[in-house]
């Protein structure tokens, strides 16, 4: 069981709350003049960090409110809880390195990059 320290109501069962991926995530302002795949690359890629990763979360069952989190995705540690539109706390940015200190190559923390060169259509991807 995953206690989830909401900003406004305290400690509550996971349970009570969804996930909502990704913090921090502005949507373009020139969408209009984004390309397929860099409106694809804003839509489905997403980090796939391991350790210390932000992250948005509703209190579903509760105040119904999102906040932010920043949790250990090694330990599944929440380490701070902070509302929409507050910086995280403690300077975190993002980037840090892995508990155990792995490379960035091939410990999952490069995810959206890999990917993306997979499918870029100018790089030999699997698209025609
Ligand atoms: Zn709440």
Known sequence: MLLIPCPYCGARDQTEFGYGGEAHRARP????????????????????????????W????????????????????????????????????DGLPTPAGEPAIGSGNDGSTVALGAFDPGAGGDRP
């Open 29 to 56: 302002t020139d969408s209009d003049r984004m390309s397929d795949a860099q409106w694809a690359h804003y839509v489905f890629m997403r980090k796939n960090t391991k350790g210390v990763f932000a992250e948005r």
């Open 58 to 93: 509703v209190h579903a069952a509760g105040c119904r409110k999102w906040f932010n989190a920043l949790r250990n995705t090694a330990t599944d540690e929440i380490l701070a809880v902070y509302r929409m539109g507050e910086p995280p706390p403690g300077g975190f940015t």
